[in-house]
């Protein structure tokens, strides 16, 4: 089964916010339990 994406998607955040952040670390996780290789991601701060 597709894991789903926890918590919650900011559709309205402004760049560079902590709600941009957000969200991009809930991708992240995401992909993660997706079992996407820890080479093949990156981190918030990385943008």
Same mark, same amino acid.
């Given at each position: 089964?597709?894991?789903?994406?926890?918590?919650?998607?900011?559709?309205?955040?402004?760049?560079?916010?902590? !709600?941009?952040?957000?969200?991009?670390?809930?991708?992240?996780? !995401?992909?993660?339990?997706?079992?996407?290789?820890?080479?093949?991601? !990156?981190?918030?701060?990385?943008?």
């Amino acid at each position: 089964p597709v894991p789903v994406i926890k918590g919650r998607c900011w559709e309205n955040a402004a760049r560079r916010s902590f !709600f941009s952040r957000d969200n991009m670390e809930n991708f992240i996780q !995401f992909c993660r339990r997706l079992g996407v290789h820890e080479n093949l991601l !990156f981190e918030s701060d990385d943008l």
